[in-house]
Nanobody, 126 residues
């Protein structure tokens, strides 16, 4: 069983930066991981994904060039560096882990992920 705990959210002004962390407990070897977000009244959307090796990453068009996803296997932790934040980035951010596809892929669909964190709030003021 894998447990995921996000941290690093908070309130930041537009143009600022935050780094989110997702600490995993349990075995995650071979797992793909991802960040999703959900704003009030909107569907959950994929922000970015990363394969087990880190060689495959995907980003939503809305965050390309501003957000960077990475992972540290030794610490069993994934990160999301968010720069040039905009008010429309305001949402609850969730990390997720996929136990099946991480050796060769980093899927984009929430349905592909088996484990989820509780989420961390990110609020960007204008």
């Amino acid at each position: 069983q894998v447990q995921l705990v996000e941290s690093g959210g908070g309130l930041v002004q537009a143009g600022g930066s935050l780094r989110l962390s997702c600490a995993a407990s349990g075995r995650t070897s071979g797992y793909a991981m991802a960040w999703f977000r959900q704003a009030p009244g909107k569907e959950r959307e994929c922000v970015g994904t990363i394969s087990w090796s880190g060689s495959i990453t995907y980003y939503a068009d809305s965050v390309k060039g501003r957000f960077t996803i990475s992972r540290d296997g030794a610490k069993n932790t994934m990160y999301l560096q968010m720069n040039s934040l905009k008010p429309e980035d305001t949402a609850v951010y969730f990390c997720a882990a996929d136990r099946t596809r991480g050796w060769h892929d980093a899927p984009l669909r929430s349905i592909d992920y088996d484990y989820w964190g509780q989420g961390t709030q990110v609020t960007v003021s204008s």
